[in-house]
C-alpha cells in the first residue's frame, strides 16, 4: 500500500519520530512522508511511533491507498526533497 505520514509532535520528541518515519517512509517535507509499506510494516511503525508519541499531545496522520497510481499529488513551490530511486 502506498501511504503518506504526517506528524505533529512535541519538540522534544520530534528528532527520535523523525529518525524513526525514515526508516520506514521517504521525507518530502518538514513532518510529511511518503511510499509504499506492507501491512505488516506499517504496524510496526504504527506501535513503534505510539511508544515515542504523548497521546494527549502529539498527533500521527496516515492517509492510504492502495497504490500510488490512485493519488495524484500536484507540487507548487519548491519541492523540498525530490525521491529519486537508486539501484
Known sequence: MYVIAVYDIGQKRVGKML?????????IQ???FEG???EVKLSELKERAKN???AENDSLILFKTR???WLE??????????????L
Open 19 to 27: 529518525k524513526l518515519m525514515r526508516q520506514y517512509l521517504n521525507w
Open 30 to 32: 518538514n513532518s510529511v
Open 36 to 38: 509504499e509499506i506492507t
Open 52 to 54: 515515542i508519541m504523548k
Open 67 to 69: 497504490q500510488e497510481k
Open 73 to 86: 499529488k500536484e507540487i507548487i513551490g519548491k519541492e523540498l526533497s525530490k525521491l529519486d530511486t537508486f
